[in-house]
């Protein structure tokens, strides 16, 4: 029973701080399983859903999930048939998260189809968070992954054409994909996440981006959330971004909000007053980032830098192609 003492107390603090109750999650039951992602990816979805759909762990089915990308030699962004960098190497990365906050990741890792299993492999059997380079590799190898050529031959005949040039010139929405970024919520309503790429095409040797960061291309809290991001690595590097949005959906934001808010800071943050982009890799209007997060409710949000970013859902035995909304 509410005492007349409690409910005075309780009005007083309401009236003095109103935000204090704003924090209080949404009420009504939770809409879940879910699987969002990145870009237009039903295939992945459906392999992520059909994991859920056997009351399987949000973790399993996020790394069910990105490793059809990652397998798919036609994706020229993401695992096999990615394209190289400028020495015509193909380096990949990724991490992974479960609810529980524990993370694998590796960085600048050859030769291996499936880096988000190298990933989770970090994660669960060895005592850090990151490997990177030929140290990843050997630990792949370790586990009974096995090496490969993920230069496919058209993937080499576009690099070859690049090298007539050699110029290096992001390009906005390419191809419509990029990075594929997922997120997931299971029927017990637990959170993972993961992420993984091939990386920017014709990058310098030796470049990692955003996507096997934890907090800047993946991030999961299992009370709050998760985020995930894609496009230009560079710029969610300097804002933390998939970490920003989750602590924003901490404080009260929903997940489109928070999404928003990211944005704003990047296009505020990273770019001069003549609109260029301060590490010099051309103007604002060359680039493009894209921020997709989903609450524990599962309540979705999702922005991008310029239009064209778009995410896909599975929801309720149903998926879907969503377009962002954008800054410009």
Same mark, same amino acid.
């Given at each position: 029973?509410?005492?007349?003492?409690?409910?005075?107390?309780?009005?007083?603090?309401?009236?003095?701080?109103?935000?204090?109750?704003?924090?209080?999650?949404?009420?009504?039951?939770?809409?879940?399983?879910?699987?969002?992602?990145?870009?237009?990816?039903?295939?992945?979805?459906?392999?992520?859903?059909?994991?859920?759909?056997?009351?399987?762990?949000?973790?399993?089915?996020?790394?069910?999930?990105?490793?059809?990308?990652?397998?798919?030699?036609?994706?020229?962004?993401?695992?096999?048939? =990615?394209?190289?960098?400028?020495?015509?190497?193909?380096?990949?990365?990724?991490?992974?998260?479960?609810?529980?906050?524990?993370?694998?990741?590796?960085?600048?890792?050859?030769?291996?189809? @499936?880096?988000?299993?190298?990933?989770?492999?970090?994660?669960?059997?060895?005592? @850090?968070?990151?490997?990177?380079?030929?140290?990843?590799?050997?630990?792949?190898?370790?586990?009974?992954?096995?090496?490969?050529?993920?230069?496919?031959?058209?993937?080499?005949?576009?690099?070859?054409?690049?090298?007539?040039?050699?110029?290096?010139?992001?390009?906005?929405?390419?191809?419509? @994909?990029?990075?594929?970024?997922?997120?997931?919520?299971?029927?017990?309503?637990?959170?993972?996440?993961?992420?993984?790429?091939?990386?920017?095409?014709?990058?310098?040797?030796?470049?990692?981006?955003?996507?096997?960061?934890?907090?800047?291309?993946?991030?999961?809290?299992?009370?709050?959330?998760?985020?995930?991001?894609?496009?230009? =690595?560079?710029?969610?590097?300097?804002?933390?971004?998939?970490?920003?949005?989750?602590?924003?959906?901490?404080?009260?934001?929903?997940?489109?909000?928070?999404?928003?808010?990211?944005?704003?800071?990047?296009?505020?943050?990273?770019?001069?007053?003549?609109?260029?982009?301060?590490?010099?890799?051309?103007?604002?209007?060359?680039?493009?980032? =894209?921020?997709?997060?989903?609450?524990?409710?599962?309540?979705?949000?999702?922005?991008?830098?310029?239009?064209?970013?778009?995410?896909?859902?599975?929801?309720?035995?149903?998926?879907?192609?969503?377009?962002?909304?954008?800054?410009?």
């Amino acid at each position: 029973m509410l005492n007349r003492r409690r409910f005075l107390t309780l009005s007083s603090l309401s009236a003095l701080s109103p935000k204090l109750f704003a924090l209080t999650p949404p009420t009504g039951p939770p809409d879940r399983p879910i699987v969002v992602s990145t870009w237009n990816q039903p295939k992945a979805n459906a392999a992520a859903e059909a994991v859920l759909n056997r009351s399987g762990r949000a973790l399993d089915a996020v790394e069910a999930g990105v490793r059809v990308p990652e397998a798919d030699p036609n994706d020229t962004s993401v695992g096999y048939g =990615g394209l190289p960098d400028r020495d015509g190497r193909v380096t990949l990365d990724a991490c992974i998260m479960d609810e529980r906050g524990n993370a694998g990741s590796v960085t600048f890792l050859e030769n291996i189809m @499936h880096p988000i299993s190298v990933a989770r492999a970090v994660m669960e059997k060895t005592p @850090h968070v990151m490997l990177s380079g030929e140290g990843a590799q050997a630990f792949a190898l370790s586990q009974g992954f096995k090496k490969e050529n993920l230069l496919t031959k058209e993937s080499e005949a576009k690099w070859r054409e690049w090298l007539k040039t050699a110029e290096y010139k992001p390009k906005v929405n390419i191809e419509r @994909h990029d990075t594929i970024g997922m997120l997931a919520i299971d029927a017990k309503g637990d959170a993972s996440g993961a992420c993984t790429t091939s990386g920017l095409a014709y990058k310098m040797h030796g470049r990692v981006g955003d996507s096997p960061i934890i907090g800047a291309g993946l991030f999961v809290d299992n009370e709050i959330g998760g985020a995930c991001a894609t496009g230009l =690595g560079e710029l969610v590097l300097r804002t933390c971004g998939s970490f920003l949005a989750v602590e924003l959906m901490r404080q009260g934001k929903t997940p489109q909000q928070a999404c928003e808010e990211v944005i704003r800071r990047i296009a505020k943050g990273s770019f001069a007053k003549d609109g260029k982009y301060l590490n010099g890799a051309g103007t604002i209007d060359d680039v493009q980032v =894209g921020v997709l997060a989903v609450s524990k409710q599962g309540e979705i949000g999702a922005y991008s830098l310029q239009p064209g970013f778009n995410y896909t859902v599975s929801q309720g035995g149903q998926t879907r192609v969503v377009e962002a909304k954008s800054w410009k």
